[in-house]
Every structure is written in C-alpha cells, then in structure tokens.
C-alpha cells in the first residue's frame, strides 16, 4: 500500500544552521503530498503543500520540491530558529478526492540559540 | 470559525471504562477522521467517514466505534478501554484536495 518513509531523528541544530528532513514515499498514480508541524502540546498544522510533480511548496522560509522520479519530497529550510523546534510530518494522500492522509513517522527537530 | 473542536482535552479512565471523544467541524468539510498518535509511530488512522452517513475502517480500528452524526460532527467511542488505548487521539477534517484540519487532540491515559 501507500506508505511515507521519513529520516529518523531527533535532529538538533545550532540557531541559523541549514535544515533538511528526507521524505521519500510510495504511492500509485499521482499523489499529494504535505509537510505538517506539531509544536509542543499542540495538533497539526499544515506547513506546505505541492499536488503534483516539480511543483514547490512553501510557508515560513520552509520549502519541499515534489520529486516523481525520486519519489521524494525533502523539507529544507536555510536558517533555523529556535521557533522551529518541533516535530514534522511527511504525508501525502493517494489521490484527489477524499481519501485520508498516510503519515510518515514523524521528525523532532530541536534548534539550539 | 473555530475550525476543528475536540472535547475533552484531557481524560483519565480506568479499565473497562467506556467513553466518547467528541469533534466538530465548522468548515463545511464531507470527510473527517479519527488519528491515534503515539510515541515512535506517527498518526495512525483508526475510523474516516468521507462523506455524511459513511463510515470506514482505517489502520487499527479494533477496540473503537465511531458515529458520524450529522456533517459537522463525527464522534469516537470506546467500549471498554484498555491501557493499549492510551494514546493522543486527532480528529481532522477535510475537503476535496484532501488537505486536512486538525484538532488540538484528546490526551487519554487507561489506567
């Protein structure tokens, strides 16, 4: 089935350093895929978003790049702050219409000032 | 616009307890789904219903009923709980890009 695979972390970076989280998945047909963060005691919220191939979400100074031929879609973002620790989630649905989110596992992140 | 509403934020409860989680949904929205987050294993899909008055089994569905009792309101039951249920439970709604909306989520121990 339909499944998001996500670097495991947790990942600690220094305030200002360079962030990448991989996300890679398996889908047939032509997905959706998001980028969701989670803050502490918080639900989720919707980071960025791309619905088909080499289209480029972005939010927040955050970006991904929906890649088709590597089945990929890694969030960068340049300089992190210590306002961006938290946890990231890779998803997609399988196709348009309404058929649930498949999550990856999830990506802590904390920055360090 | 509240968005997606989740009551109670906070339950404890003993084995063999039953209880419902509730969740609404002010945005018009055909589809919501129950989540199950826990530590290590991401969001888990346990109920969906993607449209009034249909109702469908997600990844780990056992233990849980669900209702969905008009277009606004999709509710979660448990029967009888079991200390494998605690969990962080996430009501989310969405429309047709399937882009969802999530609650602020139920912290629910079993005892």
């Known amino acids: 089935g339909d499944s998001v695979t996500q670097m495991e972390g947790p990942v600690t970076l220094s305030e200002e350093a360079f962030l990448t989280i991989n996300c890679t998945y398996t889908a047939t047909g032509y997905p959706s895929l998001f980028w969701y963060v989670q803050y502490p005691g918080e639900g989720l919220q919707l980071l960025l978003k791309a619905t088909k191939a080499d289209d480029k979400g972005s939010n927040k100074g955050f970006e991904a790049t929906y890649r088709k031929e590597t089945t990929s879609f890694h969030l960068e973002k340049g300089s992190v702050q210590v306002s961006d620790s938290a946890v990231y989630f890779c998803?997609?649905?399988?196709?348009?219409?309404?058929?649930?989110?498949?999550f990856g596992k999830g990506t802590r992140l904390s920055v360090i000032a | 616009n509240a968005g997606v509403t989740q009551t109670p934020k906070f339950q404890v409860l003993k084995t063999g307890q039953s209880m419902t989680l509730q969740c609404a949904q002010d945005m018009n929205h055909n589809s919501m789904y129950w989540y199950r987050q826990d530590p290590g294993m991401g969001l888990r899909l346990i109920y969906y219903s993607a449209s009034e008055g249909t109702t469908d089994k997600g990844e780990v569905p056992n233990g849980y009923n669900v209702s969905r009792l008009n277009k606004r309101e999709f509710s979660l039951r448990l029967e009888s709980a079991a200390p494998s249920q605690t969990s962080v439970y996430f009501c989310?709604?969405?429309?047709?890009?399937?882009?969802?909306?999530f609650g602020p989520g139920t912290r629910l121990t079993v005892l």
């Open positions: 989310a709604s969405s429309h047709t890009e399937g882009l969802g909306f």
């Open positions: 998803a997609l649905t399988p196709n348009s219409g309404n058929t649930p989110l498949v």
